[in-house]
C-alpha cells in the first residue's frame, strides 16, 4: 500500500490503481454491512473499495461508507450511464469504474470529479479511452477476453496504458496477472466473500486483505 498517499485529495485513476494489488469487488445488499466491511477491508490494507451498482442498496452503502470509514476511499463499480456517475457522485464516491466505456460516462465523471476506470476488451476500445485521454483502464472480463495472453500482447501496441484485469481474477490466478508490467493491479470479488458476508466473519475479511496486500507485482 502506497502510505504517502493523500485520500484527502481527489486522486487520479492510476493512484486508485497503485494503492494496493487488489481493488476488491463488493456487493452488498444489506447497508448494515457495509461500515463494518469497509473497516475490516482498512484493517487488512485495503482502502480502495469498489461498491457495484447491483443491487438497490448501492448508493446508501456508498454513503454510509463514504461518511463513516474516512480512511477508506469508496468507490463506485458498474457505472454505465451519466446517471449512474452523478449519482456515484452525490452518494460520496471518490471514483468510478465501468464495465465498459462511452464519451457520455467519460464526460459524466469527469464533471462530476471522479477518476474512471473504464472497461475495455479489444484494441478499439482501448484507442476510444485513450482518444478522450484515459490510460488507466480496466480489462473486462478479463479471463474470458484472453487473459494474460491479451495483455502480453498489448504490451507492444498500447506501452503508455495500465491495466487492471477483473472478471474471473481470483487468488488462484492473480499473481499471473500482477507479473505482468502493464498491470498496476487487479479487481477481484474474493476478497468480501458471500458466507463470510452472511456470518459477518469481518475477521476473515481483514485476513483476505492481509493476503491480498501480499502479492507481489510488477507493473504499475
Request: net charge neutral; charged share 15%; aromatic share 4%.
Amino acid at each position: 500500500m502506497d502510505v504517502n498517499l493523500n485520500i484527502s485529495v481527489q486522486l487520479s485513476a492510476l493512484q486508485v490503481m497503485r494503492d494496493a494489488p487488489v481493488i476488491p469487488v463488493i456487493v452488498l445488499n444489506d447497508v448494515g454491512q457495509a461500515v463494518r466491511l469497509a473497516r475490516a477491508l482498512v484493517a487488512g490494507g485495503i482502502r480502495m473499495l469498489e461498491v457495484t451498482l447491483r443491487t438497490p442498496q448501492a448508493l446508501a452503502c456508498i454513503e454510509a461508507i463514504a461518511r463513516d470509514v474516512p480512511e477508506a476511499v469508496v468507490g463506485a463499480g458498474t457505472v454505465r450511464s451519466a446517471a449512474d456517475a452523478q449519482a456515484c457522485a452525490m452518494a460520496g464516491a471518490r471514483f468510478a469504474v465501468s464495465p465498459g466505456y462511452t464519451h457520455a460516462v467519460g464526460q459524466a465523471c469527469r464533471d462530476a470529479g471522479l477518476p474512471l476506470l473504464p472497461g475495455v476488451a479489444t484494441g478499439s476500445e482501448i484507442m476510444m479511452a485513450q482518444q478522450d485521454g484515459l490510460s488507466a483502464l480496466k480489462f473486462f472480463p478479463a479471463l474470458q477476453a484472453g487473459g494474460p495472453a491479451m495483455l502480453k500482447a498489448w504490451s507492444g501496441p498500447f506501452g503508455d496504458v495500465r491495466f487492471c484485469p477483473t472478471g474471473g481474477v481470483s487468488i488462484a490466478n492473480a499473481a499471473e496477472f500482477l507479473a505482468l508490467p502493464n498491470v498496476a493491479c487487479v479487481g477481484g470479488s474474493w476478497l468480501t466473500p458471500a458466507d463470510a458476508l452472511a456470518r459477518g466473519d469481518w475477521a476473515q475479511i481483514t485476513t483476505l486483505a492481509q493476503q491480498a496486500c501480499q502479492l507481489a507485482r510488477r507493473g504499475g
